[in-house]
């Protein structure tokens, strides 16, 4: 195989059969992305084809998750320069947080999250945030998100729930956007306050 030369697989998921042609370090990116969230392959391109609406070019789709799912990894990787050491904040925090990247991904948590949240049934670093918890600001999360992006707003509180089998747990919240890239990215702290849990 010539460098740069896509490789063909079939995958298949609940009975439907992926024919893909992507280039190796595609492949090797997706098998990553599949382990770090818990999944295997064939679930994680299942899902990426099943995404509303469908993509017309699922090959083209793949390869766009994997630039995003770099971006997220390149920006956890931030998160411990030594000027911008927000990992170290938020380890040292009192009350449950984590940090999620600009594109809304989770890219880390202290360990008081790890405790709340210990009973997930699949990892919640590298998930999107709204895959794992339904998240209420009293308008739109992508409203909320676009003023942090633009300047216009430093807090946003609300509500987060998290369905677990047999329970839920609810919890006031507060969001708020840190570490500036030159590029326009930026992270957000969300801090989990008092728990109103229902079972």
């Not at 630039?67 to 170290?88: C, F, P």
């Not at 984590?98 to 594109?103: A, L, N």
């Not at 987060?160 to 890239?181: F, N």
Request: glycine share 6%.
């Amino acid at each position: 195989m010539k460098p740069g030369e896509s490789r063909l697989r079939i995958v298949q998921r609940d009975g439907r059969r992926y024919a893909i042609s992507v280039e190796p370090t595609y492949w090797d990116v997706l098998e990553q992305a599949a382990e770090k969230q818990g999944k295997r392959l064939n679930a994680l391109i299942g899902e990426l084809a099943e995404t509303d609406p469908p993509p017309r070019n699922l090959a083209a789709r793949l390869r766009h998750y994997c630039i995003d799912y770099l971006k997220d990894r390149l920006h956890r990787s931030r998160l411990a320069e030594g000027h911008t050491n927000i990992a170290l904040v938020v380890t040292a925090c009192p009350v449950p947080c984590f940090v999620v990247s600009d594109r809304r991904v989770i890219v880390f948590g202290n360990r008081l999250f790890d405790q709340v949240f210990r009973h997930a049934p699949t990892r919640l670093i590298d998930r999107p945030l709204e895959e794992v918890f339904n998240l209420r600001f009293g308008r739109p999360l992508s409203e909320v998100w676009a003023d942090f992006a633009a300047g216009r707003a430093r807090v946003a509180v609300g509500q987060l729930y998290y369905m677990l089998p047999g329970q839920v747990i609810s919890a006031h919240i507060t969001a708020c956007p840190v570490l500036q890239t030159p590029d326009g990215g930026f992270s957000c702290l969300i801090y989990i306050g008092a728990r109103t849990d229902k079972r």
